[in-house]
């Protein structure tokens, strides 16, 4: 029967990959957008570069800011960008 395999599927799923037992999930900032376009996160780097603020280049790609502060976290840990002398405030002009 169907639905007998979706619910070994699930509980393989379950065995496998949700190794901590929850009874209820509850999900961080599931009302931002953590998905970028590579071609967006091309920019993104190229304005970190410039030293615009993280506000600013969140504000240019009409995003939250804990969104960009997340793709932040992201290329740093993956050694794409590196620290700046002004932080994420950048903007040294």
Do not use: C
């Amino acid at each position: 029967m169907k639905v007998d395999n979706v619910y070994k599927q699930d509980r393989r799923v379950e065995k496998y990959y949700m190794v901590k037992k929850r009874t209820t999930i509850y999900t961080a900032l599931e009302e931002l957008d953590f998905h970028w376009d590579e071609r967006e996160v091309a920019e993104f780097i190229r304005l970190w570069k410039r030293g615009l603020s993280l506000q600013k280049i969140a504000n240019k790609f009409s995003r939250d800011i804990d969104e960009a502060a997340v793709l932040v976290l992201d290329l740093a840990r993956k050694k794409r960008i590196t620290p700046r002398e002004f932080g994420v405030g950048g903007d040294r002009f």
